[in-house]
């Protein structure tokens, strides 16, 4: 497995690894959202973060089997959107805590869970920044290569 990461990073580059590691990102940000985002300040999850979150997982699954370069970008705006959205959603709590009239700080799991997002953002821009760009013959053989 390990060899085989690494002959597709020799191949392709860094991009499939950073991209990998985004998806893992992406699903922990979002795992600890549906576990951990009800809080006595925001008493309901938002739809809002859950619905573009799995969009985004699902973007990132396809462009590890596609591998188109553009999308990589596509997804990394994307990834802004679920970031901006988790953190309008959880304005209550952040107000909260940085105003400090009831000694409230960041819990780990809301902590764990920005960082996923965090994280997933960055890794889906080193993914788009470290992928090479191959002819349009090159292109075609890596689809066929994974097709088969």
Do not use: W
Not at 20 to 29: I, P
Not at 67 to 72: C, H, L, T
Not at 100 to 108: E, K, L, Q, Y
Not at 115 to 129: E, R, V
């Amino acid at each position: 497995m390990v060899k085989r990461l690494l002959a597709s990073a020799k191949k392709k580059g860094l991009g499939d690894i950073f991209l990998a590691l985004s998806f893992v990102a992406s699903l922990l940000g979002l795992l600890f959202y549906v576990i951990y985002g009800k809080t006595r300040f925001n008493p309901e999850l938002s739809n809002e973060v859950i619905v573009p979150s799995i969009l985004l997982i699902v973007a990132i699954a396809l462009l590890g089997f596609i591998g188109f370069k553009e999308g990589k970008f596509i997804a990394f705006c994307f990834s802004i959107y679920v970031l901006i959205e988790y953190i309008t959603t959880q304005a209550t709590y952040i107000a909260n805590v940085f105003v400090a009239i009831d000694g409230n700080s960041f819990t780990p799991q809301f902590l764990v869970a920005l960082l996923g997002y965090l994280l997933t953002l960055i890794l889906l821009l080193l993914s788009y920044l470290f992928t090479k760009r191959f002819s349009l013959k090159e292109d075609k053989e890596v689809l066929h290569e994974k097709a088969r």
